[in-house]
């Protein structure tokens, strides 16, 4: 059973998916055995309750830099015996401790086809921005193994969602998370879960009958 920690700040929309997709039975051999929020205020620790699952808080605001922040969220980690770490909205970097650590064991979602618009934090609308601005057809999301290069990694999955000639960066968002964050995150996991996954060098191959 693999333990899952997710990592959170904001809505848990993504988190909702994982959670959701969990009940239906498609994230096998699995435990989402914790939600951790940067944010006391985050929606996403609402949902992590109502869905009965333990959650935590680690401030960012309390601490003065990005070192004793990621100490935290190691500690956190470890003391909760998480396998897999999946980030679900969650806009800080993560070190190179932690990084080494968990390596091709932290999940993140971007909400572009990596590795285009490779810049801004999870929470930002820089991605979008950028689409909008460069006329792109295509845009889409990316779920990837976490590096110490910001959003760049060994990409799991990916799915594009057509721009349309009136789209916005807010609208081209919500798009994206409806069309293709939400599915990819969960299945990810799910492909990790079930230990088809095997990274070789920069590149993730999927094993296994699933594809
Ligand atoms: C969205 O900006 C999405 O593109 C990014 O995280 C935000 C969603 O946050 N990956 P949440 O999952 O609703 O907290």
């Known amino acids: 059973m693999v333990r899952i920690g997710i990592l959170v700040s904001g809505g848990g929309t993504n988190l909702q998916a994982i959670i959701d997709s969990r009940l ?5 051999n699995s435990e989402i055995a914790a939600v951790i929020s940067s944010n006391p205020d985050a929606y996403a620790l609402t949902r992590a309750k109502s869905a009965g699952i333990d959650s935590f808080v680690v401030d960012r605001e309390i601490f003065p830099n990005e070192g004793s922040f990621n100490e935290a969220i190691i500690k956190k980690l470890h003391d909760l015996d998480i396998e897999l770490v999946v980030l679900a909205g969650f806009p800080h970097v993560l070190d190179k401790a932690i990084v080494e650590k968990y390596k091709n064991r932290i999940i993140n979602i971007h909400p572009s086809l990596l590795p285009s618009f490779a810049c801004g934090k999870a929470k930002e609308l820089i991605p ?18 976490v590096t110490e290069k910001l959003n760049s990694g060994p990409i799991i999955l990916q799915k594009a969602v057509e721009v349309s000639q009136d789209d916005t960066a807010i609208t081209l968002q919500s798009k994206v998370m409806r069309e293709a964050e939400w599915s990819i995150l969960p299945r990810a996991i799910a492909l990790y879960c079930i230990g088809a996954l095997e990274v070789s060098g920069e590149k ?3 094993i296994g009958e699933i594809q």
């Open 204 to 206: 993730v191959k999927i």
């Open 24 to 28: 239906f039975g498609e994230i096998p």
């Open 128 to 145: 979008h921005e950028m689409a909008i601005k460069e006329g792109v057809k295509i845009s889409g999301a990316t779920a990837y193994f």
